[in-house]
């Protein structure tokens, strides 16, 4: 029985010199809703103009709907790293190429030298379910709907 997702958050950095709307049009694809997502204008630490770019899905099934928009490449990739990108509180962590991704391409990425989006699912476990038994059903759940 799949239980889904509870949440789902996307974030992005955008320097002052960079488009941070261009940010927020690829978030807002990538979780199909504009009203979802946030900027945050601020200052970093030596003053120079930072914006938070975020998106968060905080209702159950458009939350677990969203991570069909990952596509079946990025999903059976993320079961078959399922011990490395889950936590101890049950999020599963995604990080993306935030140039690949304003480009319309879905590349999961680690951290280094180019700009990343970082996503985090909370998954839906209950005392007595293993959590990835619960991981894959989700995100095979997830690969099923891209494919009908």
Known sequence: MCMGV??????STASGLED?????AALSWLV??????????MNSY?????????????????????????GVDVLNKLKSELSTRMDDDNVLHIRLDLIELIAGRLVLTVPGNRPTVKGRAKLEVYPGQDVFTVANETLDKAINDVLN
């Open 32 to 41: 199909d809703d504009d009203d979802a997502i946030e900027i945050e204008r």
């Open 6 to 11: 509870h949440h789902v958050s996307w974030q």
């Open 20 to 24: 941070e709307y261009i940010h927020a």
């Open 46 to 70: 030596h003053g120079s103009a930072l914006h938070i770019v975020t998106a968060e899905l905080k209702r159950r099934g458009q939350a677990t709907k969203s991570l069909s928009r990952l």
